[in-house]
């Protein structure tokens, strides 16, 4: 996903002719300003300090997490450097390299094949694919980037910009052997060396470890490239660049965002600009109620759009989830989940998650999940194993009318956590959170559809939050994990639970304490509940569990 143009943006208020088609909110690939509702490309970065970068003829970065408009940027740069007159730029991506892992010899011929299409397609040039043809194929892999960087930049009075997408998808030997051939041309810019070249990807290059099987120890990105002048971040959309993007729609079609609406899809998405274009494209033009173009988007709709989103594991949010098996994501997210400190989790480790996209820095300095969306994402994910191996469990938790009866509701869990909580804890991924995993399946079929299960976790929270809502009911749980060498939680317990039911305008809600302890009962044995008077006065439901 990308969020700008290939083509100047256009004016809000201009007609669009009747023979071009409707846009829409893309959430694959560039963004076309002929197909799809979006925002000035170049204005999501600070253009002043690229150009002043690129006059000074310098090398730099730009990078941001995955499917948030790097792609759309660049291709915008590189039209704006062209139509100046002042540059040659030309954008290439390079991730078809990836394949060759540590072959050199392959990698380099792929890198310099795509700069030769890419320059014919971009700048109907072919003098680079001619040589990739004839005299590159006789040119040492270790040298082969570098002549075809002289030959190009050789070629025309004009300086040349060059613009490299996903170089951190290269691997190994691959990326050093890039980044010191980059490195050796650098002296002879602007005459036979391209003036500036902008390197782009998911991570900032010195926080790369890259393994070359030639060396003994792990190499540095910064050490390879070290005549790097700059590393650019491209971050999130604004609330105000969200609400533009969604009121391009209304400009279009006349179909209204409720204040409230707009609010709920910056709240949920903190800007995110995959997140922001699904969640519009889910309502707008997939759900029949949101088709009608006279009905107004509401906050309701927006949360049956994120639902749907989630329940059908859209490739943006699949691929997140999967990041969960990732161990280095995993020293981070399980503690965060489970509501203790990070510890000795190293620097690297926890960048890396920043870098991706699945945590952010709050304003205070704390790792935050990067949205609500994404908050509800990974634990439910790392619940999927539970819940696929749930045992077939009646739902009498329901009453006459077919509500959820809260007494009912939690007698069926205390006789499913004395049956199966044992052997269920073995389905959980992350061992430190097992019972959260398990308790949250269970809830999950509980909810089946007809309800929504939202969750509050944060890094030394000590606690996880969980507010099940099903028609009329509302139930506030917090769960707690008793550990060695700790003291009983009850009392922490309640004062905590008090202030989340509070938020909720809840006087009654369960605090299950799981006791992690060594050499403890079986669960069957352990498990029992008994009332509590909160400190505000509120009926609370005990569960040791």
Not at 249 to 264: R, S, W
Not at 374 to 394: C, H, N, T
């Amino acid at each position: 996903m990308a969020t700008g143009s290939l083509l100047p943006f256009c004016d809000r208020q201009t007609l669009r002719p009747s023979n071009l088609p409707m846009r829409f909110f893309n959430t694959e690939g560039p963004n076309r300003a002929e197909d799809h509702y979006t925002l000035p490309p170049l204005s999501r970065w600070d253009l002043d300090e690229i150009l002043m970068l690129i006059e000074q003829k310098k090398y730099f970065l730009l990078h941001a997490p995955r499917q948030t408009g790097k792609t759309t940027c660049l291709l915008a740069l590189m039209e704006r450097l062209n139509g100046d007159g002042r540059y040659r730029a030309l954008y290439a991506n390079i991730e078809t390299a990836q394949t060759t892992r540590e072959d050199v010899a392959r990698g380099m011929a792929a890198i310099c094949s795509v700069l030769g299409r890419s320059a014919r397609l971009y700048l109907d040039d072919t003098r680079l694919a001619d040589w990739c043809r004839t005299d590159g194929t006789d040119v040492p892999a270790e040298d082969r980037l570098s002549q075809l960087l002289e030959l190009w930049a050789a070629a025309d009075p004009r300086p040349a910009v060059l613009l490299l997408d996903e170089v951190d998808a290269l691997v190994g030997d691959t990326l050093v052997s890039v980044l010191r051939q980059l490195r050796a041309g650098y002296t002879q810019r602007p005459a036979r060396f391209p003036q500036t070249i902008i390197l782009c990807g998911v991570r900032d290059l010195r926080d790369y470890r890259i393994h070359a099987s030639s060396e003994a120890v792990a190499i540095t990105g910064g050490s390879a490239f070290n005549i790097k002048a700059e590393s650019l971040r491209l971050g999130d959309f604004s609330a105000h660049e969200t609400k533009a993007l969604l009121e391009e729609h209304t400009h279009e079609t006349g179909q209204l965002f409720t204040p409230e609406a707009l609010e709920h899809v910056w709240r949920l998405t903190q800007g995110q600009p995959w997140l922001v274009n699904a969640l519009a494209y889910e309502v707008c033009f997939r759900m029949p109620e949101g088709r009608d173009r006279t009905r107004p988007i509401d906050r309701e709709m927006i949360d049956r759009a994120k639902e749907n989103l989630i329940l059908r594991r859209v490739t943006h949010l699949d691929q997140l989830a999967d990041k969960l098996r990732e161990p280095r994501v995993r020293r981070v997210i399980e503690p965060m989940l489970a509501g203790t400190g990070l510890g000795t989790v190293p620097e690297d480790d926890r960048q890396y998650l920043v870098d991706l996209g699945l945590l952010r820095r709050d304003g205070a300095g704390g790792l935050v999940v990067a949205n609500p969306i994404y908050r509800e994402v990974l634990p439910r994910a790392l619940a999927g194993g539970p819940q696929d191996s749930l045992p077939r469990i009646s739902p009498t938790w329901l009453s006459a009318d077919g509500g959820l009866d809260p007494r009912r509701l939690l007698d069926a869990f205390l006789a499913f956590w004395r049956r199966h909580g044992e052997a269920m804890l073995g389905s959980a991924p992350y061992h430190e959170i097992a019972p959260h995993l398990v308790l949250m399946a269970f809830l999950h079929r509980v909810v089946n559809g007809e309800g929504t299960l939202e969750r509050e976790y944060a890094i030394g929270a000590g606690r996880m939050d969980l507010c099940l809502r099903y028609g009329a009911l509302t139930l506030g749980i917090e769960l707690k994990v008793w550990r060695d060498g700790r003291p009983d939680p009850l009392t922490e317990g309640l004062v905590q639970l008090d202030g989340y039911l509070a938020g909720l305008g809840l006087d009654s809600g369960w605090l299950v304490i799981f006791d992690r302890r060594a050499d403890q009962p079986p669960i069957a044995e352990r498990t029992a509940c008994a009332e509590e008077i909160s400190p505000g006065g509120r009926r609370i439901q005990v569960v040791r569990a």
